[in-house]
């Protein structure tokens, strides 16, 4: 059975779209769903939990190095207005904005955690 965070890698190389959540166009949160096994959108970001099994995976960090040791690959991470998956090596696997694709990024520690600082986290559930 694949992990939520092996069906998203389905959808790398699809445009960003507002709303979408196929293979035709996808935004953040229509990833999730999608992932999820979702046949319609029942989750955004300002939502709260996630569709599907998951636990919150939260563990008190007081600095971006102490948070990076605690994440797994697939882990989900949500903040206010984004989710993506944890990819490993400080990557991230999302849907990021319009004029892009579902893909990798590399911006983990530089851009998300220092600009938006920590996210909720979510662990799939086996």
């Given at each position: 059975?694949?992990?939520?965070?092996?069906?998203?890698?389905?959808?790398?190389?699809?445009?960003?779209?507002?709303?979408?959540?196929?293979?035709?166009?996808?935004?953040?949160?229509?990833l999730?769903?999608?992932?999820?096994?979702?046949?319609?959108?029942v989750?955004?970001?300002?939502?709260?939990?996630?569709?599907?099994?998951?636990?919150?995976?939260?563990?008190?960090?007081?600095?971006?190095?102490?948070?990076?040791?605690?994440?797994?690959?697939?882990?989900?991470?949500?903040?206010?207005?984004?989710?993506?998956?944890?990819?490993?090596?400080?990557?991230?696997?999302?849907?990021?904005?319009?004029?892009?694709?579902?893909?990798?990024?590399?911006?983990?520690?530089?851009?998300?955690?220092?600009?938006?600082?920590?996210?909720?986290?979510?662990?799939?559930?086996?």
């Amino acid at each position: 059975m694949k992990t939520y965070y092996e069906k998203a890698l389905e959808y790398e190389g699809v445009p960003y779209k507002l709303g979408g959540m196929d293979k035709n166009g996808a935004d953040c949160s229509g990833l999730v769903n999608a992932a999820t096994g979702q046949t319609e959108r029942v989750w955004h970001t300002g939502a709260g939990r996630p569709p599907g099994n998951w636990k919150k995976a939260c563990v008190p960090c007081t600095s971006i190095s102490d948070f990076m040791t605690m994440l797994e690959v697939g882990d989900l991470l949500l903040w206010h207005g984004h989710c993506a998956f944890y990819a490993g090596g400080e990557r991230l696997f999302h849907a990021r904005k319009p004029g892009t694709k579902v893909g990798f990024t590399g911006d983990l520690k530089t851009y998300w955690l220092r600009e938006m600082w920590f996210p909720v986290v979510y662990r799939q559930i086996f």
